[in-house]
């Protein structure tokens, strides 16, 4: 199995950008779909964005501001944020599922790391 560590989550002002990565281990992270997931307090875990190859598909409250990357030589997937909002702050998760079709739905995916905290100030 894979196991996920993310991180470079941190504050930020409303407006400015933040890049979270997610760390692969124990498989190579080419055997997988990779998405990014986020829970803000009280909140059900949301799709962010996913990524098979190399073109990724994002939910329409980050489309535009956010894009999702893989490298595989390095076994590691990101998530560059501009334009942040106070809406953004939330736990961003990074996902694993088994095969390279992506889903919208956090059930389908396999593996999950512990998340990196993402605030946004007004």
């Known amino acids: 199995q894979v196991q996920l560590v993310e991180s470079g989550g941190g504050l930020v002002q409303a407006g400015g950008s933040l890049r979270v990565s997610c760390a692969a281990s124990?498989?190579?992270?080419?055997?997988?779909?990779m998405a990014w997931f986020r829970q803000a307090p009280g909140k059900e875990r949301e799709f962010v964005a996913t990524i098979a190859w190399s073109a990724g598909m994002y939910a329409d409250s980050v489309k535009g501001r956010f894009t999702i990357s893989r490298d595989n030589a390095k076994n590691s997937v990101y998530l560059q944020m501009n334009s942040l909002k106070p809406a953004d702050t939330a736990v961003y998760y990074c996902a694993a599922r088994e095969g390279r079709s992506t889903s919208f739905s956090r059930y389908e995916y396999d593996y999950w790391g512990q998340g990196t905290q993402v605030t946004v100030s007004s």
């Open positions: 124990g498989r190579p992270l080419s055997l997988y779909a």
